[in-house]
């Protein structure tokens, strides 16, 4: 796996860049070489904010945390990606080496496995999707209290997705046409 560290307004050194690729070995088993882990550290507000994004054959495994001490964010946020891995073993192992999946379950997770074979939808909404700016959809969004809100954008005529992070921004999801 190629992993990159990155810091944002916080100089990182090379002990926590050691100590990040050898928490992410522990996933070696699971991903092939070609995958490509970014490991981005925030700091804001003497808070350290740990994110880590894994790219694999397409599938993409994110996951972060906030803590006072950078390390401390570390192991939350490794830990969160061994419990998403976990969680959705059954669907991941036509994705990823089930054997590997299987022996890093086996290895480092040694809870009651979670068998959950098929998602259960409880709920299908039909609504009309009508052309909006993105500050529009914002504002539609916010009006209903939803925490994401779907509108087709007025100028590509794309559906794109607008959403509230837990920073208390806004993100944009848009298609991306290659």
Do not use: C, W
């Not at 994705?95 to 022996?103: C, F, N, R, T």
Request: glycine share 4%; aromatic share 8%; charged share 35%.
């Amino acid at each position: 796996m190629k992993i990159t560290v990155t810091g944002r307004k916080v100089n990182l050194r090379d002990n926590f860049k050691e100590l990040a690729a050898k928490k992410l070995s522990r996933f070696d088993r699971i991903f092939d070489e070609d995958a490509q882990a970014n490991v981005v550290v925030t700091l804001e507000r003497n808070r350290q904010t740990v994110e880590i994004t894994i790219k694999s054959r397409g599938m993409i495994y994110r996951a972060e945390a906030t803590d006072f001490e950078m390390n401390d964010a570390l192991d939350q946020v490794v830990s969160a990606l061994g419990r998403q891995i976990r969680k959705n073993k059954t669907r991941l192992e036509k994705e990823i080496h089930s054997a590997a999946l299987d022996q890093y379950v086996q290895d480092y997770l040694h809870t009651a496995e979670e068998d959950v074979s098929e998602y259960k939808i409880v709920r299908t909404k039909h609504f009309f999707v009508k052309p909006l700016s993105t500050e529009e959809a914002i504002l539609q969004m916010n009006l209903l209290g939803h925490q994401f809100f779907m509108f087709r954008d007025e100028q590509s005529g794309e559906i794109n997705v607008v959403y509230k992070r837990k920073d208390g921004n806004y993100g944009l999801l848009e298609p991306d046409t290659e």
